[in-house]
């Protein structure tokens, strides 16, 4: 796989979530619940957090800097902590945030040289350490899909 190819999986994962939250109402995003625990508000603060990190870890290796672990803490406490700094933001610093930390990282990565990948360990594709950024956005698609299909029943 190549770079603009891993690339390409980022932005059709964001334009299927897009396409998902795409029409909800304020009060659809910010007040009822797509899982158990999250609201689409949520989900768009997780992921913005998420590729807030990612960004700055690719950010610091294109420094030349040391790259740690993204997180310190368990994945579960990680994204309560995040979700619940955000909770206290109106929604569209959340949308503004998810979409710049988006914005941030393609510019990023685009940046980055062709023939290696940030943070490792080899190619531009399920090896990377990065892979998973290739697939988050898609990951929540279909909570929020199904939360679209009961809210219309």
Known sequence: ???????????????????????????QMSQDLVTAEWTTRDILAHIAAWQGEATLAV??????????????????????RRIAERRRLPLMDVVEEYH?????????????????VPLGPAGWDATAELWWVTEHDG???EVVRAYRKRAQA
Do not use: Q
């Open 1 to 27: 796989m190549s770079k603009a190819e891993f690339i390409e999986r980022i932005r059709e994962s964001r334009t299927a979530l897009n396409d998902a939250i795409s029409g909800l109402t304020e009060d």
């Open 59 to 80: 950010e610091r290796a294109a420094r030349g800097e040391v790259v740690g672990p993204l997180i310190s803490e368990s994945v579960d406490e990680w994204n309560a």
């Open 100 to 116: 710049a930390n988006y914005d941030r990282l393609l510019t990023a990565l685009e940046r980055w040289p062709d023939d290696s």
């Open 139 to 141: 990951e929540h698609v």
